[in-house]
């Protein structure tokens, strides 16, 4: 059955297709096994291209990782960064002397603004048993009047990060994680202070959606001017709006109609990102996006000469001590723990 109020079903890659005013997203799941006594995976690394390893080999990647999965320091200018971390664990620490620990629900959000540098590292701190995790990283554009705006890091606690339950007319169950925006008046914590996010018209929403077995929900209507977009990346199949979509694929929602899921036999998850884009050139290259390419240019002159303040930290691939557990140090020294 044909919809005209949902469109474009594309299948899912590593690297996730958006719509403005998201860049893209990227789902990572890797089954990472025991780790070692440096946080990195007790097996043999033979075989894989350290420092460009993207190619799943026994379930897991190292990535740039060379002993430890992640990313070892890298800058970004001109955009935001949220991470939603589903299961395992990430390191985090940046330029500005920031550092953290986060995952299991945990949102890390992420204005890199004028330039930064940071590491995300995957640290693998079980030694007698598996590893697994499972982030989305999601690049949120910013518009020209924010692109050298002080970079902002900031930390959303699974604790603080609303769950509303639903129970259609069968009793069955959905679950929306409201990590931006508000579904039915819940309203998500407040993102970093210049994200395209923070201002209420720009509409943008970031739900994690589950649904119980042969549950029935009817995602709201939004404003017409918005992007909305759902990622179907766990599950068998859903029927929206009568059209069915099969799991791994995504598909654009018309934003000023309700929009019904049917979800079939077993649990589903879903993705929901909607935003109002930003109607302004962009030019991306590598960790940069900018309006124009003289901006690109300029951010790597800006890079060479100022490293956007250095990098503080002993090691490009900074992990923290194994018996740390969650917690986030800010850069004027203040520092929360969970």
Known sequence: MDSKYVTRIRELGFQWETNNPFLFCVHHLDHYPRGNKELGPAASLAGRDLGQDFTVKDGWRMYHGRKIPGFPVHPHRGFETVTIVLNGFVDHADSMGA???????????????????????????????????????????????????????????????????????????????????????????????????????????????????????????????????IYYYRGEQIRVDGREIGSYKSAALHPSQRIEIQNG??????????????????????????????????????????????????????????????????????EETK
Do not use: C
């Open 265 to 334: 036999a077993g649990e589903s998850r879903i993705l929901l990102l909607q935003g109002r884009p930003i109607e302004e050139p962009v030019v991306q290259y590598g960790p940069f996006v900018m309006n124009t390419e003289a901006e690109i240019r300029q951010a790597f002159a800006d890079y060479r000469e100022t490293e956007f303040g250095g990098w503080p930290w002993p090691r490009p691939d900074q992990v923290h001590e194994r018996s740390r557990g969650r917690f986030a140090r800010y850069p004027d020294g203040s």
């Open 99 to 229: 550092a953290g620990r986060y995952g299991n629900g945990d949102v890390q959000w992420m204005t890199a603004g004028a330039g930064m540098q940071h590491a995300e590292m995957f640290p693998l701190l079980k030694t007698e048993a598996e590893n697994p995790l499972e982030l989305f990283q999601i690049w949120l554009n910013l518009p020209a009047k924010s692109k050298f705006v002080k970079p902002y890091y900031k930390m959303l606690w699974a604790e603080d990060i609303p769950k509303l339950t639903l129970h259609d007319g069968s009793g069955k169950s959905t679950e929306v994680t409201v990590i931006a925006g508000s579904v039915n008046g819940t309203a998500a914590p407040p993102p970093t202070p210049d994200s395209w996010a923070a201002p209420e018209e720009n509409r943008v929403a970031i739900w994690l959606i589950k649904m119980e077995a042969e549950a029935t929900w009817e995602i709201p209507a939004a404003a017409e001017q918005v992007t909305r977009s």
